[in-house]
C-alpha cells in the first residue's frame, strides 16, 4: 500500500460544528472533557450543548485525524484529577482552525455583503 | 434516597448500561471519562431542565453506540476491501465458486418455485383448489359436483382439445379446453374482456360460445378490443366469441395442457367430435379432468375418502363386476398448483431440489473456508500484531467475517444476475411436443430472498470456523521477526482435513447422482418402444374437425391413404385414430372372469383400445 499523504488543513474544511467548538476551546489551554463541554456551554451562551458520548466521539475522531493529542502537562496536583485525560491542538489542529475561522470569516463577510447591511465593526 | 433524586439515578444506571453497549475499543478508551462527566453533570441537567434533560443525556448515548457499531463496521469493510483487493487470485477464486454454488442453489429454489410450488396464474385462493388425480367420466362427474358439503363448487373439463380455428383466411389448430359452465366461476378467474361461461352455456344457443386467451385474442386476433360478439370458425362451425381470458391465464393445467380456448361443453359435437357417441352419459369413459374448491374447513383427506365413497357407489350402481383393485378410486391432487402432485409427493420433490442445491452450496463453502484457513494462517502476523495492539478477539472475528461476508454478497450478486440468465435461458426452451408446453421460469422474490438467506448463512459458514481458528494464536512467536508461526496442529483431525473430506464426499456424492440420473435418461432415450420408429413419419389430418361430415372424411382417408401407399418411397401406410403410448381419453377395456353359474364376475385387467388400419401392425414394424 502506498504511504498516506499527509492532509491539508483545506482537506478537513468546512469542519463539522462540534469538532470547530472542540478545536476552539482548546485553543488557548489544554482543556478536559468537562473543561472543553463547560467552556463550549458559557462561550455559546447555553446554545451550544456537546452531550458526554457525543463530546467523546468527536474527541475520538480528533484524535484519530491527529488534530488534538493527549496533553502530558497536567495542572498542580491539588486541583488535578488523575482520572481526567487532557487534550491540546496539534500543529495540524491549529492550522485547521485557522483555515476554518478563515472561512468562517470570508462567509459572514459574503453575508453582509449580500445584504447590504455593514459589518458590526463598520456599525460601532 | 429523596424522591427529587430517584428519575436522576434512574438515569444513570440506564446511562451505565447503555454505555456497556459500546463498542469494545472505544469503551476502554473513553467509557470511564464518559461515566464520569455524566455524573457530574447529571444533577445540574436534572435541575435546569427537567425529565426533558435526562432524556436527552439517554438520547445522545444511544445514538452514539450506534454511531460507533456503524463507523466501525464501516472501517471493516474498507480494511476487508482493501485485504481482498490486494490477494486477487484469491478474491476470484472465492468469488468464482461461490457465486457457481449460490447460482446453482438459487436455480434450484427458482425451479421449484416455477414448477412445483408455483400457484396457477390468476386463479383465486388456489390452496382452496383439489383436482382428480386421474381422469373420470362424465356422470361420475355429476354425481360428484352434488357433494356441497365438501365442495363450494365444481368443474371438470376435457383436455388436450385439438380446436381447427379460422379466421384471416388460414386454419390453424389451437389447444384448448372443453369445460362446464362453471370453468371459470370455480377457478376465480375473471375474464379480461366480455364475460365468463355461465348457466346460459349450459344449452346450446344458436351459435356455441367461445372463450380465447388472452395470448391468442393478442397473437391471432391482433388485439382487437372488438372481437366480444364476433364470430370465428372452430372446427368448421361458427362459434360467438364471448370472453377473452386475463392476461397468463392459459387454462387449469397450463404446464400439461395448455388452452388457448374455451368452449363449454353444449357445444355438441358438431364443434367437438369428442363429445362423439353420447360421450357425457356413458360411465365407462374417463375423459374428463375434474377440479373442485373444497369449502373452508374441509381437508383434501376428508374429500378423498368423502369421493372414494361416492365413486364406490356408483361402482355397484353401474355394474355387478367387483372392481380390480381396492384403492382408493378418486387420489387428490393440487388443483391450484402449475403442476397437479399428490401433497405427500411435493417434499420429495422439494427435498430433493433443496439437498441437490444444499450440498452443491456446501461444497463451494468447504472449498472457500479451507481458502480461507489457509489465508488466515498466513495473516497470523497480521492477527497477532492487531491483538497484541489491544484489539479484542471478537473484533478481529468481526474483521474477518465482514471480509467473508463481503465475498459471500459480491458473489450472491453474481449468482443471482447469473441465475437470472439461466432461467430465462431455459424458459425459452421448447419442449418437442405437439401441445405448446410453455414453462414459466423466472427467479421470483422468493428466491431472492432464498439467495440473500444463503448468502448469509455462507458467508458465516465459511467465514466463522477460520475467524475463530485463527485468533486462536499465540502471540510471542507470531510477533518475533520472521518467526516461524506455529499453528496448532491435530495432523488427523484439523478442520482443514475435515473440509476436505466433506468437499470430496459431498463431490463424489454429486457425481454419484449425476451418473445415475444420465444413466436414467439414456435409459429412457433408448427406451425400447414395442414398434420400430426408423423412417417411420406420421401426418395428422382431421377433416371432421373441418368441418366435413364424417362420411365424406371416411372415404377421403381412405383415399389419402392409398394415395400415399402408391408414393415411390413408401413401402406401406395405415390409418389409425391413435399412435402408440399416447394417453388419450379412450375407454379401454376390462377383462373379466368368465360368467359362471353362481359367480360373481371379477375383472382381473384392462387394456387401451385403438381403432387402427389393417395394414397397422406391417408399418409400425411391432415387435412381439
Not at chain 2, 478508551?29 to 439517554?58: F, M
Not at chain 2, 361420475?140 to 380446436?163: C, E, G
Not at chain 2, 367387483?322 to 382408493?328: F, I, L, R, V
Request: aromatic share 8%; proline share 6%; hydrophobic share 45%.
Amino acid at each position: 500500500m502506498p504511504p498516506n499523504k499527509p492532509p491539508t488543513p483545506e482537506s478537513f474544511l468546512p469542519l463539522r460544528p462540534h469538532w470547530f467548538h472542540v478545536l476552539l476551546s482548546l485553543a488557548n489551554q489544554d482543556q478536559h472533557g468537562y473543561g472543553i463541554m463547560q467552556e463550549v456551554l458559557e462561550r455559546t451562551g447555553g446554545k451550544v450543548h456537546l452531550w458526554p458520548a457525543t463530546l467523546y466521539g468527536s474527541l475520538k475522531r480528533l484524535l484519530d485525524e491527529e488534530l488534538i493529542a493527549e496533553s502530558a502537562q497536567r495542572p498542580s496536583p491539588e486541583v488535578d484529577d488523575a482520572r481526567r485525560r487532557y487534550y491540546r491542538l496539534t500543529r495540524l489542529g491549529r492550522r485547521v482552525l485557522a483555515a476554518e475561522s478563515e472561512r468562517l470569516e470570508d462567509l459572514v463577510r459574503v453575508i453582509y455583503a449580500k445584504r447590504g447591511i455593514p459589518t458590526r465593526k463598520a456599525e460601532s | 434516597m429523596s424522591d427529587s433524586r430517584r428519575p436522576v439515578a434512574a438515569t444513570l444506571r440506564l446511562y451505565r448500561a447503555m454505555a456497556g453497549a459500546f463498542p469494545y475499543e472505544f469503551k476502554s478508551a473513553y467509557g470511564d471519562e464518559i461515566l464520569q462527566l455524566t455524573e457530574e453533570i447529571v444533577e445540574p441537567i436534572w435541575r435546569r431542565h427537567g425529565a426533558l434533560g435526562l432524556l436527552r443525556l439517554l438520547a445522545d448515548v444511544a445514538i452514539r453506540v450506534v454511531i460507533e457499531h456503524l463507523a466501525l463496521f464501516w472501517h471493516d469493510i474498507r480494511y476487508g476491501m482493501r485485504m481482498l483487493t490486494r490477494s486477487p487470485g484469491f478474491t476470484a477464486v472465492a468469488l468464482i465458486s461461490l457465486a457457481l454454488g449460490i447460482c446453482i442453489a438459487t436455480c434450484a429454489d427458482s425451479e421449484m418455485n416455477g414448477i412445483i410450488l408455483r400457484n396457477l396464474p390468476m386463479v383465486t385462493n388456489p390452496n382452496q383448489l383439489v383436482g382428480a388425480q386421474t381422469p373420470v367420466s362424465y356422470p361420475y362427474y355429476r354425481r360428484y359436483r352434488q357433494l356441497h358439503d365438501i365442495f363450494s363448487s365444481t368443474l371438470a373439463y376435457m383436455a388436450p382439445v385439438p380446436f381447427n380455428v379460422s379466421f384471416g383466411g388460414r386454419t390453424e389448430r389451437t389447444w384448448g379446453h372443453l369445460v362446464t359452465p362453471s370453468y371459470f366461476s370455480t377457478l376465480g378467474v375473471r375474464p379480461m374482456l366480455g364475460r365468463a361461461f355461465d348457466q346460459q352455456d349450459e344449452k346450446l344457443e344458436e351459435q356455441p360460445a367461445v372463450m380465447i386467451s388472452y395470448r391468442f385474442w393478442q397473437g391471432a386476433m391482433g388485439g382487437d378490443p372488438g372481437v366480444i360478439g364476433k364470430t370465428l370458425q372452430v372446427n368448421g362451425r361458427p362459434s360467438m366469441i364471448v370472453g377473452i381470458g386475463p392476461k397468463d391465464f392459459l387454462g387449469a393445467s397450463p404446464a400439461l395442457f395448455v388452452a388457448d380456448l374455451w368452449m363449454p361443453f353444449s357445444s355438441g359435437e358438431q364443434v367437438a367430435p369428442e363429445l362423439a357417441d353420447n360421450a357425457l352419459e356413458r360411465h365407462d369413459l374417463n375423459m374428463f379432468q375434474f377440479v373442485g374448491r373444497l369449502k373452508p374447513g374441509v381437508t383434501m383427506a376428508q374429500a378423498e375418502s368423502q369421493l372414494d365413497a361416492t365413486a364406490r357407489q356408483l361402482e355397484k350402481a353401474y355394474s355387478d363386476e367387483e372392481p380390480a383393485d381396492k384403492g382408493p378410486r378418486v387420489p387428490l391432487v393440487t388443483g391450484g398448483k402449475l403442476l397437479p402432485l399428490r401433497k405427500q409427493d411435493i417434499p420429495l420433490f422439494t427435498e430433493f431440489f433443496m439437498v441437490l442445491a444444499g450440498l452443491v452450496l456446501l461444497i463451494a463453502c468447504a472449498n472457500v473456508a479451507n481458502m480461507m484457513l489457509a489465508r488466515a494462517a498466513d495473516r497470523r502476523k497480521e492477527i497477532a500484531i492487531r491483538l497484541s495492539q489491544g484489539a479484542s478477539r471478537f473484533r478481529i472475528v468481526r474483521q474477518l467475517l465482514t471480509e467473508s461476508m463481503l465475498i459471500a454478497l459480491a458473489a450472491g450478486a453474481l449468482g443471482f444476475l447469473l441465475c437470472t440468465y439461466l432461467m430465462h435461458l431455459l424458459s425459452q426452451l421448447r419442449m418437442p411436443f405437439p401441445i405448446p408446453i410453455t414453462y414459466d421460469l423466472n427467479v421470483d422474490w422468493h428466491a431472492l430472498a432464498f439467495a440473500l438467506a444463503v448468502t448469509v448463512l455462507t458467508g458465516l459458514l465459511f467465514g466463522l470456523a477460520p475467524a475463530l481458528q485463527a485468533t486462536r494464536v499465540d502471540l510471542t512467536p507470531a510477533l518475533k521477526e520472521g518467526g516461524k508461526i506455529q499453528l496448532r496442529r491435530h495432523p488427523r483431525l484439523s478442520l482443514r482435513n475435515a473440509l476436505l473430506v466433506s468437499q470430496l464426499a459431498g463431490s463424489l456424492m454429486l457425481l454419484l447422482i449425476l451418473g445415475l440420473l444420465s444413466l436414467g435418461i439414456q435409459t429412457t432415450m433408448g427406451i425400447t418402444e414395442g414398434f420400430n420408429p426408423r423412417n417411420l413419419y406420421l401426418i395428422s389430418v382431421d377433416p371432421v374437425r373441418d368441418g366435413h361430415s364424417s362420411e365424406h372424411a371416411q372415404s377421403f382417408l381412405q383415399r389419402l391413404s392409398e394415395r400415399i401407399r402408391q408414393l415411390p418411397g413408401v413401402s406401406s401406410a395405415s390409418l389409425t385414430e391413435s399412435v402408440p403410448v399416447l394417453l388419450d381419453g379412450n375407454a379401454g377395456v376390462t377383462f373379466s372372469t368368465s360368467d359362471a353359474v353362481g359367480e360373481t364376475p371379477k375383472a382381473v385387467n384392462s387394456a387401451r383400445r385403438y381403432v387402427v388400419g389393417k395394414d397397422y401392425f406391417d408399418t409400425t414394424v411391432f415387435r412381439s
